[in-house]
């Protein structure tokens, strides 16, 4: 048996040694940690591509086993279905945190082509992933491009990996959080950080009284300036569109026919951009809770502006949603009552998103419109319940425009007592018929 302690510190070093070198070469080669290649017994060599991570910090990870790849020069991802989970997972990671900033950085060399739109190649292949992220659901608003010019990306087969391509990096998201305890005489500021370069600003601003959803008119002429070069910007960019977030504050009351009053006050500046000539379909309209403070009960603002690019995505996705919505609205019309002796509509949580619903499909279909049809009970008079169900269609739809909805996509129609859906012997039969009736052309 060996005695001396040396003999056998060196007989471990050796066998470490030789460990080491018949593990190494077959376990991991590769760049950067892209890819990890593996001997098989066959003598085989499969290439393992490294996986995608998203993480920030303790709060949020993510993590896809496949990769997305840009081609040398490419500012268009190849995103596998895998990977399209976790950018799911990111997108409503940001959904539901509304004060995160998330930063895209895209690499690129000084020897491969831009062939985006973008100023540089990393700025394209940035806003291609956060063109992604909007179509998942993402606020714009909520993410930044970067670019990095970097010499020493790995490309294979004249394609380079997600993972070394595109970094990510989280802060705070100033937009989200809550404006300064005074916004009053706050200017208007209209700017597309999306790389076409457009900003328009007037030393004035929007009025909206407290728990109000129309702005006080006239408009400023400087206002009405910048809305002119906002529309023109979006005229000389068809596939751009323009989301109107409106604000609303804790304890307004919603007087509107919409789910809160931030989605109201949004649309009614849709309705002022489209009466000055801008495209529906490149509106849309968002709304967000904060903290916004009042002088003299009113709110000077009130609306934020974000410029976004279309992708084909999320042009896919809005055709999806228009189909449904669709669907559903022509399935059966909808009945509106009015509280008893009174012209207010009897307003509750799926009546709201029912008008919801419409006005965005009727502002994405600008040929398509409804028919608003007054009915009564058979108490009175024929002719006089006839006069009577016009009375209340036409109040439907004069609440309708005030409301955001152009009033050439609506007519009006009376039947009186000619249609009932109950028995008119009953009073809560005649209460049911009763009512205006709003039917999708």
Not at 155 to 172: H, M, N, P, R
Not at 345 to 365: G, H, N, P, T, V
Not at 423 to 432: H, Q
């Amino acid at each position: 048996m060996l005695r001396n302690p040396y003999l056998w510190i060196a007989l471990l070093i050796l066998w470490m040694l030789f460990s080491y070198a018949m593990f190494y070469p077959n376990c991991c080669v590769g760049g950067g940690g892209a890819t990890t290649t593996t001997n098989t017994a066959a003598g085989n060599v499969v290439k393992k591509v490294a996986p995608l991570l998203i993480a920030d910090g303790a709060a949020f990870n993510t993590r896809s086993e496949a990769n997305f790849t840009f081609a040398r020069s490419g500012a268009k991802p190849n995103i596998p279905s895998a990977t399209q989970n976790a950018f799911r997972e990111l997108a409503n990671y940001l959904k539901k945190n509304p004060t995160k900033k998330l930063t895209i950085t895209g690499r690129y060399t000084s020897t491969e082509k831009n062939t985006s739109s973008q100023p540089t190649l990393g700025l394209g292949r940035a806003d291609a992933i956060k063109q992604q992220l909007v179509s998942l659901g993402a606020g714009a608003a909520g993410i930044a491009i970067a670019d990095r010019l970097e010499n020493n990306l790995s490309f294979d087969k004249d394609l380079v990996l997600g993972s070394e391509s595109i970094d990510y990096s989280f802060g705070v998201n100033a937009a989200a959080t809550p404006p300064a305890a005074s916004n009053a005489g706050r200017n208007l500021v209209i700017t597309d950080n999306t790389g076409d370069t457009f900003t328009t600003s007037a030393p004035a601003n929007l009025i909206f009284d407290k728990s109000g959803y129309e702005f006080k008119t006239p408009i400023d002429a400087n206002v009405s300036k910048s809305y002119k070069a906002s529309i023109a910007h979006l005229k000389k960019f068809p596939n751009k569109t323009l989301t109107l977030t409106g604000l609303y504050a804790e304890g307004e009351d919603n007087p509107s026919i919409y789910p809160n009053l931030g989605l109201a006050r949004a649309n009614k500046v849709k309705q002022q951009l489209v009466n000055m000539g801008a495209k529906g379909n490149q509106i849309i309209v968002d709304s967000r809770k904060t903290g916004i403070k009042f002088n003299n009960n009113q709110v000077i603002g009130g609306i934020n502006y974000v410029f976004a690019n279309t992708t084909k995505e999320t042009k896919d996705a809005n055709a999806n949603k228009l189909a449904k919505l669709e669907k559903d609205l022509k399935a059966k019309p909808r009945n509106i009552y009015f509280e008893t002796n009174k012209d207010k509509i009897i307003m509750d949580a799926e009546l709201r998103q029912y008008f919801s619903d419409l006005m965005y499909y009727l502002s994405q279909k600008p040929n398509a419109g409804i028919t608003v049809t007054g009915h009564t009970d058979s108490d009175g008079a024929a002719a006089a319940n006839k006069s009577l169900a016009k009375r209340r269609a036409d109040f439907v739809k004069k609440y309708l425009t005030q409301n955001g909805l152009r009033n050439k996509q609506m007519s009006t129609d009376s039947k009186g007592e000619e249609a009932p859906i109950a028995d008119n012997k009953t009073a809560a039969g005649k209460a049911k018929n009763r009512r205006v009736e709003i039917r999708l052309k």
